[in-house]
Nanobody, 116 residues
Framework: QVQLVESGGGLVQAGGSLRLSCAAS????????MSWHRQAPGKQRELVAT???????NYADSVKGRFTISRDNSKNTVSLQMNNLRPEDTAVYYC??????????WGQGTQVTVSS
């Protein structure tokens, strides 16, 4: 089982930056694909970015060129660097860990608010 704890959310003005971090428990972190998702009020949760066990990354079109996902297997962490933030990026951001045969694990979420 994996426990995930997000941190780094907050209030920022449009055009600003934030860095989210997700700390994972356990010794098998490196075998999990990691991702960040977000959910805005009244909307469905959406995928923001993924990083595979080999380090390859993918991004939603809405964040390409602005967000960067990375992982550090030595520290059991995954980060999301968010630059040039927009009001429409306002949401609760969730960290997810997935491994074939082990299923999904979610963190509790961290609020990101971007003011215009």
């Amino acid at each position: 089982q994996v426990q995930l704890v997000e941190s780094g959310g907050g209030l920022v003005q449009a055009g600003g930056s934030l860095r989210l971090s997700c700390a994972a428990s356990g010794s098998t972190f490196r075998f999990y694909a990691m991702s960040w998702h977000r959910q805005a009020p009244g909307k469905q949760r959406e995928l923001v970015a993924t990083v595979s066990i080999s380090g390859s990354t993918n991004y939603a079109d809405s964040v390409k060129g602005r967000f960067t996902i990375s992982r550090d297997n030595s520290k059991n962490t995954v980060s999301l660097q968010m630059n040039n933030l927009r009001p429409e990026d306002t949401a609760v951001y969730y960290c997810n860990a997935w491994r074939l045969g082990s299923g999904d694990y979610w963190g509790q979420g961290t609020q990101v608010t971007v003011s215009s």
